[in-house]
């Protein structure tokens, strides 16, 4: 089973790399257009922002861990092992089931986009959005996970060793 995490993992990482790397190249172009031959490119600001708002949704879904998410834990720290396990389990469970009631909704928008297209590039919208729903259900999945673990009476420590490839 970690053998398949660690590869999931890697191939989460790859398309991240491709996200940026396409990113970086769209600005390099977009630099090289406009100050060294005078002559912007629209479309260069589009691959931008797709490619920025797919890194920032694919990497909060498949490469940050828990610990890596903003948190206010000063209470949190405070209480003992216990406590802190009843928190992160409730934690755990608020959020599994804000996302899936947002499901339908999210679900409903993302279609409703399918009738228009990016300006310059032509892209269906509701394909660049659907990686939100992509984060949406890996979230869910991940907190239920959590939860399940939880209740199961595994330690914090060791569901963060866990999430650590």
Excluded: C
């Excluded at 790397?21 to 600001?45: D, H, K, L």
């Excluded at 948190?71 to 996302?99: P, Q």
């Excluded at 499901?103 to 310059?120: C, E, H, N, Q, V």
């Amino acid at each position: 089973m970690r053998a398949l995490r660690h590869a999931l993992y890697k191939g989460a990482e790859t398309v991240m790399v491709l996200l940026m790397m396409a990113m970086f190249i769209a600005f390099i172009v977009q630099i090289g257009s406009r100050y060294v031959f005078n002559a912007p490119v629209e479309w260069t600001y589009e691959i931008i922002l797709i490619t920025w708002l797919w890194a920032v949704f694919w990497g909060a879904a498949f490469l940050l861990e828990d610990k890596d998410h903003v948190k206010f834990d000063v209470i949190y720290n405070m209480g003992s092992e216990r406590l802190r396990r009843a928190y992160a389990l409730i934690a755990a469970l608020v959020l599994a089931v804000g996302f899936l009631v947002s499901l339908p909704a999210t679900w409903g928008f993302i279609s409703f986009k399918a009738i228009r297209s990016s300006d310059m590039l032509g892209i269906r919208l509701d394909l660049l959005f659907s990686v939100y729903l992509v984060f949406l259900v890996a979230t869910v999945f991940h907190y239920l996970l959590r939860a399940w673990r939880l209740m199961r009476g595994h330690s914090l420590a060791e569901l963060e060793k866990e999430e650590s490839l």
